[in-house]
């Protein structure tokens, strides 16, 4: 948790309420949800202080926007900004951290802690580690909450289908199969969702090109991404992580949990750690 007083971000000229779209450096935030108190994972708030969470979808409108927990951050009525730091709180998803294309979506949980004391009256976003914050939502504001989004994604034309190898950065890429819904490993998954796993196969091109879980990602037919996080299936085997030279493949199940009425469009992948997402198979 971190407290400082800072100088308050300049007002809109219309307060952003929860549930409202506001663009800002290079992405469209929405805060869906304020829970005040939030409910304590495994650690518990430091004696005095209280945990507080948003629900906030993050929609790209420039090319590899990052995402990041750290990015958000509350400040209270007395100037008091709150970033979210290494906070535990027991609600699902919780927001990931990457890079975003135009057009594609996050959603999930931010939590900070704050003194029991603190009464919050808005949320911040900065576009990137060193930028400036903006409000994003002002909870005094608010009456509204979101809904989730009506964009529509369609894969990019001549996206390679399930089986068709595509080549990305340092690699050649092939979705051998994908498992709607997949058989649920030992940690299980919320209540409300589902689990989907593919079956795929990296082919080196390049010397050390790097092969991981991390590095796929499922997107929906809002846009929405959803990446591996804490899952696990009773498929086998799971992909492993490691570096390829040119001319060697691994190949491996990766799961997501993904909302129950989710319509999953694409398979994505991240040729390097820092880079944007890309489409390696279209779904029908």
């Not at 975003?100 to 576009?127: D, H, N, Y």
């Not at 990137?128 to 009506?150: C, D, F, H, K």
């Not at 689990?195 to 809002?222: R, W």
């Not at 492993?240 to 190949?251: C, F, M, P, T, Y």
Request: glycine share 10%; aromatic share 8%.
């Amino acid at each position: 948790m971190t407290a400082s007083p800072t100088a308050t971000p300049a007002p809109t000229a219309v307060s952003p309420q929860i549930g409202i779209e506001v663009e800002f450096a290079g992405s469209i935030y929405v805060v869906n949800e304020l829970r005040d108190p939030a409910p304590a994972g495994i650690f518990e708030p430091d004696p005095g202080n209280r945990l507080v969470a948003i629900d906030v979808t993050q929609i790209a409108t420039a090319a590899e926007d990052p995402f990041n927990p750290l990015y958000f951050a509350v400040q209270d009525r007395d100037a008091f900004v709150y970033t979210s730091g290494f906070v535990d709180v027991a609600l699902e998803p919780s927001l990931a951290s990457g890079d975003l294309t135009e057009g594609q979506m996050v959603r999930g949980w931010v939590a900070f802690e704050v003194p029991t004391t603190a009464v919050i009256e808005s949320i911040l976003a900065q576009g990137s580690p060193l930028g400036r914050q903006q409000e994003i939502a002002n909870v005094t504001a608010s009456t509204a909450l979101a809904v989730r989004s009506s964009r529509e994604f369609t894969p990019p034309t001549g996206s390679p289908n399930l089986s068709e190898t595509s080549q990305n950065g340092g690699s050649r890429y092939t979705i051998n199969e994908v498992r709607d819904p997949a058989p649920i490993g030992f940690l299980g998954i919320g209540e409300g969702n589902r689990l989907i796993a593919i079956d795929v196969t990296q082919e080196g091109t390049s010397q050390l090109d790097p092969f991981n879980p991390l590095y796929f990602a499922l997107q929906d037919a809002a846009g929405y991404i959803y990446f591996p996080g804490f899952t696990d299936s009773a498929l086998a085997p799971s992909l492993s992580s490691g570096d390829l030279g040119a001319g060697q493949k691994v190949r491996g199940w990766v799961a997501f949990e993904v909302p129950e009425n989710a319509e999953i469009r694409a398979v994505l992948t991240q040729p390097h750690p820092l880079g944007g997402t890309v489409v390696i198979a279209a779904l029908d």
